[in-house]
């Protein structure tokens, strides 16, 4: 009986967490943003676009894309996200990340060069909260302002049994992302928030 309890006490903390994960999900903020930099983690069509409107608004000094198709160029980005004047001086194509370590390891390198600050990370609003955790682990002193897109054709996800999975899926990998920065990282916590 002790172990039946031990499940069901798991169990509970298990969906409790999950629902508070999903009605923590960041929303996109209702006002300008401004930093330093912008990073934008590929994956959508909305997250390139709305980062690129970023720039072009003046929201950051650079922007990087990070992840981008090895085949992509430059110019066939700024044509696809609909870039302009600043896309041409401003705008940085990582094409090494393959996921969100990878995207992580690959804006840490790209703040570095070029000594900012803080970032305006935009990615969906399910993988935000992940990505926020392991941006600050490496640049524990950058403030991270997080810009999530792809919200609407999430809710109702009770309703479509791929986005439950897709966001149960993410949910997973949120909680072992603790694991992984504690120990690759050595537990460091970076300043971030959500520009809401």
């Given at each position: 009986m002790k172990l039946l309890h031990v499940i069901a006490v798991i169990l509970v903390l298990y969906i409790g967490g999950f629902v508070l994960f999903l009605a923590t999900l960041p929303v996109t903020p209702a006002g300008p943003v401004n930093a330093d930099g912008i990073v934008a983690l590929t994956g959508g069509d909305e997250r390139l676009d709305k980062a690129v409107a970023l720039l072009e608004q003046g929201a950051a000094k650079r922007l990087l894309i990070s992840g981008a198709n090895k085949t992509a160029s430059h110019a066939e980005l700024?044509?696809?996200?609909?870039?302009?004047?600043?896309?041409?001086?401003c705008a940085d194509i990582g094409y090494d990340a393959?996921?969100?370590?990878?995207?992580?390891?690959?804006?840490?390198?790209?703040?570095?060069?070029?000594?900012?600050?803080?970032?305006?990370?935009?990615?969906?609003?399910?993988?935000?909260?992940?990505?926020?955790?392991v941006f600050s682990s490496l640049m524990p002193h950058v403030t991270l302002i997080a810009y999530p897109v792809e919200i609407e054709s999430f809710s109702t996800w009770w309703t479509h049994p791929r986005k439950f999975e897709l966001l149960h899926f993410e949910y997973l990998k949120y909680l072992a992302s603790f694991v992984m920065t504690l120990f690759d990282h050595g537990g460091n916590k970076g300043k971030s928030h959500h520009a809401n």
């Open positions: 700024k044509k696809l996200s609909n870039g302009g004047r600043r896309f041409d001086c393959e996921d969100t370590n990878g995207n992580a390891e690959e804006a840490a390198a790209w703040t570095a060069q070029h000594q900012f600050h803080s970032l305006i990370v935009v990615t969906a609003a399910y993988h935000m909260p992940r990505s926020l955790r």
